[in-house]
């Protein structure tokens, strides 16, 4: 591997005040002069469906394609729906996974992280996730999960306030950047 200048935000929630996104911008922030951090929006994709998928795809799926390609990382931060992940994230996976084997996820490589109100922090997502990565040729940063449970109680403002949570986060990012390079 080898050290990253960019690296592309993906949050799995698009409420206004996510914890995932609170947790991606606490990420942001440990991240500081090490490496470029861009967002990606996947609210205005359009359901995947094979029909759409052909040289004109739609503009949003041509700019998530474009983010990714441009990333050396992602940084994936998802909550849990259902025991499950979000159908946006899904569906973001899902476009930017065409062609298969081949898509712009092909080898890329990707940290992932969840923050939830309930204890087990969305273990079951990242789970999810891994399988779902697993089958676009994605490399998954090899570290346990980073699962915040009881995230609400961690953020005021939007901002990180837990001192365990922002050592635990920095160490996080340090293993992740010392596995890229």
């Known amino acids: 591997m080898t050290a990253i200048k960019n690296v592309l935000a993906i949050c799995g929630s698009l409420r206004q005040a996510s914890l995932n996104a609170q947790l991606l911008q606490a990420t942001e922030k440990v991240l500081d002069n090490r490496a470029q951090v861009s967002w990606a929006n996947i609210a205005d994709l359009p359901h995947y469906n094979g029909d759409l998928d052909g040289d004109d795809k739609p503009l949003p799926v041509t700019q998530l ?3 990714i390609n441009g990333a050396d990382a992602l940084i994936i931060a998802t909550p849990e729906y259902n025991y499950g992940v979000p159908g946006t994230l899904k569906n973001a996976l899902d476009w930017a996974s065409r062609p298969a084997f081949k898509s712009c996820l092909a080898h890329k490589p990707v940290l992932l992280m969840s923050a939830s109100p309930s204890p087990v922090g969305g273990v079951r997502a990242q789970g999810q996730l891994k399988q779902i990565l697993g089958g676009t ?3 998954l940063c090899p570290v346990p999960e980073f699962a915040l449970g009881g995230a609400a109680t961690k953020f005021e403002n ?3 306030v837990d001192s365990e ?3 635990k986060l ?3 990012i340090g293993d992740f950047l010392a ?3």
């Open 165 to 167: 949570t922002q050592k």
């Open 179 to 181: 596995w890229l390079e």
């Open 170 to 172: 920095e160490r996080l």
């Open 137 to 139: 040729l994605s490399h």
């Open 65 to 67: 394609v474009a983010q």
């Open 158 to 160: 939007g901002v990180l």
